[in-house]
């Protein structure tokens, strides 16, 4: 059974560019959340989707936008990036959500200058 | 909100040492306990869980028991290996306050032989 993919790996971009990243849940999950790794800030939730909704939505500003896909594959973008926006950007996916288990990917490497 | 508190690392022990990583919760709800691990350039793989009080999560020699008087989930092991060098974050999923993972601020753990 794959796991959760994540693509690309690691990216590179310039300030004010904007990225989209894309994760493949485990076949039969229906919510994708993403995650941002920081040193400073941890490990913070972003949204999750869930049948092509956003179920819930973290403290991040409007630059940060997502979407899922009937077959619950999902991406998320980031527009007008900042220097700050350098992080590991994790994918979490779930049968329903909530209390079920959460399978991560390896995640993508996010680095802007 | 919710939030989790654990032990700022690294920690640092000898072979077959014992482990203690504590970890402190609050949240507004009843949650599920979580222990994921972080190996080096991946993404989280839970260890193991709890889903009411009193229950005891176990996984590769690893233990946690959810204790709602002491708002505390603390991982334990008796004999750590050098495999087990990893960052190590406890969490909690409260359905009270949507399906995130809120995500403690995690604790590395080194193992030398």
């Known amino acids: 059974k794959a796991g959760v993919t994540q693509t690309p790996r690691y990216l590179i971009k310039t300030r004010g560019q904007q990225v989209t990243l894309s994760c493949s849940p485990i076949?039969?999950?229906?919510?994708v959340s993403w995650y941002q790794q920081t040193p400073g800030q941890g490990l913070q939730f972003l949204f999750e989707?869930?049948?092509?909704?956003?179920?819930n939505k973290g403290n991040f500003p409007g630059r940060f936008s997502g979407r899922q896909f009937s077959n619950s594959r999902s991406e998320m973008n980031v527009s007008t990036l900042e220097l700050g926006d350098s992080a590991l950007y994790l994918c979490?996916?779930?049968?329903?959500?909530?209390?079920?288990?959460?399978?991560f990917g390896q995640g993508t490497r996010l680095t802007v200058v | 909100g919710n939030s989790v508190t654990q032990m700022e690392g690294p920690v640092t022990l000898s072979e077959e040492a014992f482990l203690t990583i504590n970890c402190t919760y609050t949240?507004?709800?009843?949650?599920?306990l979580f222990w994921y691990v972080q190996y080096p350039g991946e993404g989280l793989q839970l260890l193991l869980k709890?889903?009411?009080?009193?229950d005891k999560g176990s996984n590769k020699g690893f233990e946690a028991t959810y204790r709602k008087e002491t708002t505390s989930f603390h991982l334990e092991k008796g004999s750590v290996q050098v495999s087990d060098s990893a960052v190590y974050f406890c969490?909690?999923?409260?359905?009270?306050?949507?399906?995130?993972?809120?995500f403690g601020g995690g604790t590395r753990l080194m193992v030398k032989p």
């Open positions: 979490a996916s779930s049968r329903t959500g909530g209390l079920t288990e959460a399978f």
């Open positions: 076949s039969g999950h229906r919510s």
């Open positions: 989707y869930f049948s092509e909704t956003q179920r």
């Open positions: 949240a507004t709800g009843y949650p599920s």
């Open positions: 709890a889903t009411k009080a009193d």
């Open positions: 969490a909690l999923v409260d359905n009270n306050a949507g399906n995130m993972l809120t």
